[in-house]
Every structure is written in C-alpha cells, then in structure tokens.
C-alpha cells in the first residue's frame, strides 16, 4: 500500500502541493507515532538511575558534572544542587553540542554526567538525550526534592 505525502514546492512565493508516493515499509516512510510512556521507558532503560548517596560518592571522586534540567523559575524557587550547571530541558541539545553556537563547555563528553529535575521524568528523558549524543556516563539522580531531603548540599 502506498502513502500519500504532500511536498510543498516554493515557486515564485506562491505554495504548490504535489503529492509524492512512499511505499510503505521503505526507509522513507514516516516513523510510527511513539508515546510518552514509550519515550520514558528508553530513558530509563538507557540511563540508570542513582540515589543521593551514590551521586554523592560519583562527585567526592571528580571530573563530574552535575545538571539541572528544570526551567530557570524552578530553580529559583528552590536553588539547586551545589555546583549544578542549569541548562533547562529545552535548550539542552544545543548547550550539549559542541558545534552550536549556545554550546556550553561545562558540557563536555569526558565527565561523568548526573542529571536532575523536579520528579525524575526530564532528567530521564535529558540523560538519554545525552547519550544519544555521544555523553557516556550518564546518570539521573532524578528529583530535587530526593537530593535536598537526603542532605545534599544545596545552593540558592
């Protein structure tokens, strides 16, 4: 069976749609709608998760990075692991590369890796980004609040 897909040609600023065929099956057909659950799944399988006492003895040993993925307001709400670097979720494949000109050189492929957010979900979802991206040490700590309760040192 075949799919249907419409290619918009731009001819003198004016859109023309054309349809184009795509044999199902062939490399060129549209990847298969993944969900949420799917995407969570991956991550956790690809990136393990780690206790506040386990990041605690990851960073005593060094060359560790510690990155919080919350937007900036959550942050500033409730501080943020000592020593973390804030790249919220958004902006993370850009400050990973570093071929982009938003790349952050805090991120680099040779530390060991944790990330955290608010309840462990884009952390898990920021670690397998990084991995996907050539990071391979790569831990999720997974919330804040598990980090601040267990008496991990904590900026504001």
């Given at each position: 069976?075949?799919?249907?897909?419409m290619?918009?040609?731009?001819?003198?600023?004016?859109?023309?749609?054309?349809?184009?065929?795509?044999?199902?099956?062939?490399?060129?057909?549209?990847?298969?709608?993944?969900?949420?659950?799917?995407?969570?799944?991956?991550?956790?399988?690809?990136v393990?998760?780690?206790?506040?006492?386990?990041?605690?003895?990851?960073?005593?040993?060094?060359?560790v990075?510690?990155?919080?993925?919350?937007?900036?307001?959550?942050?500033?709400?409730?501080?943020?692991?000592?020593?973390?670097?804030?790249?919220?979720?958004?902006m993370?494949?850009?400050a990973?590369?570093?071929?982009?000109?938003?790349?952050?050189?805090?991120?680099?492929?040779?530390?060991?890796?944790?990330?955290y957010?608010?309840s462990?979900a884009?952390?898990a979802?920021?670690?397998?980004?990084?991995?996907?991206?050539?990071?391979?040490?790569?831990?999720?700590?997974?919330?804040?609040?598990?980090?601040?309760?267990?008496?991990?040192?904590?900026?504001?």
């Amino acid at each position: 069976m075949r799919r249907a897909l419409m290619l918009v040609l731009l001819l003198t600023g004016a859109a023309i749609t054309a349809p184009v065929a795509v044999a199902q099956g062939s490399s060129q057909s549209p990847a298969a709608p993944v969900t949420l659950k799917q995407m969570l799944d991956a991550a956790n399988a690809a990136v393990p998760r780690i206790t506040p006492a386990q990041a605690r003895q990851m960073i005593g040993k060094g060359n560790v990075l510690v990155l919080d993925v919350r937007d900036a307001q959550e942050v500033a709400a409730s501080g943020k692991v000592a020593g973390a670097v804030n790249v919220s979720r958004g902006m993370l494949e850009f400050a990973a590369d570093p071929q982009s000109p938003f790349h952050n050189p805090a991120l680099a492929s040779d530390k060991t890796v944790i990330v955290y957010c608010g309840s462990g979900a884009r952390a898990a979802l920021a670690g397998k980004t990084l991995k996907d991206m050539g990071y391979p040490h790569v831990y999720n700590l997974g919330s804040f609040k598990d980090w601040a309760d267990s008496g991990g040192a904590v900026e504001k």
